[in-house]
T-cell receptor
């Protein structure tokens, strides 16, 4: 079993739809929870990060963490064709040397069609 | 936001040659940088952690003699793929850790696509 599970999709939605992306994890030692967006042939771009359970909103994006269920979500409201990308969840753990390392989910490919 | 650059963005080389990839943090000092590899339609896999002024720490299964990492300054880390072979063809991405006041996040470069013929 992988430490971070994420449905790879692809997920196809019409423009304006609400998108829900999810990850589950097994390691309760994970500290920070992040969502990255990666366009084709580009490096990941940090969208949101959270630490505690609950919701965090930034524009059209809402990140949700439920530590008791080991479940995180990213919601995208009023989705746009420009949101079409791969969305990667990531979690930090303390590696050797005492600094945080990232472990990524497989990434969900999202396509928003006009 | 923090900006990380990589050079080159794309490289094609013959089997047996060595290739150097540079990773720079442009607007902050990064004592720690990370190197990842990403195969098509797969997620990022951490290869090694690069610390300024000390030896890199490699993840299990990554050959340190094949993937040489040098982090000589607070803004530059290099990854050299030595004696590259076709199976080394991949998308290599670096990130730089920005230990801000309340977060400990990584900012990623745009990636380098390596093709070994």
């Amino acid at each position: 079993q992988k430490e971070v599970e994420q449905d790879p999709g692809p997920l196809s939605v019409p423009e304006g739809a609400i998108v829900s992306l999810n990850c589950t994890y097994s390691n309760s030692a994970f500290q920070y929870f992040m969502w990255y967006r990666q366009y084709s042939r580009k490096g990941p771009e940090l969208l949101m990060y959270t630490y505690s359970s609950g919701n965090k909103e930034d524009g059209r994006f809402t990140a949700q963490v439920d530590k008791s269920s080991k479940y995180i979500s990213l919601f995208i409201r009023d989705s746009q064709p420009s949101d079409s990308a791969t969305y990667l969840c990531a979690m930090t753990y303390v590696g050797a040397g005492g600094y945080n390392k990232l472990i990524f989910g497989a990434g969900t490919r999202l396509a928003v069609h006009p | 936001g923090a900006v990380v650059s990589q050079h080159p963005s794309r490289v094609i080389c013959k089997s047996g040659t060595s290739v150097k990839i540079e990773c720079r943090s442009l607007d902050f000092q990064a004592t720690t940088m990370f190197w990842y590899r990403q195969f098509p339609k797969q997620s990022l896999m951490l290869m090694a952690t690069s610390n300024e002024g000390s030896k890199a720490t490699y993840e299990q299964g990554v050959e340190k003699d094949k993937f040489l990492i040098n982090h000589a300054s607070l803004t530059l880390s290099t990854l050299t793929v030595t004696s590259a072979h076709p199976e080394d063809s991949s998308f290599y991405i670096c990130s730089a850790r920005d230990p801000g006041p309340s977060t400990d996040t990584q900012y990623f470069g745009p990636g380098t696509r390596l093709t070994v013929l």
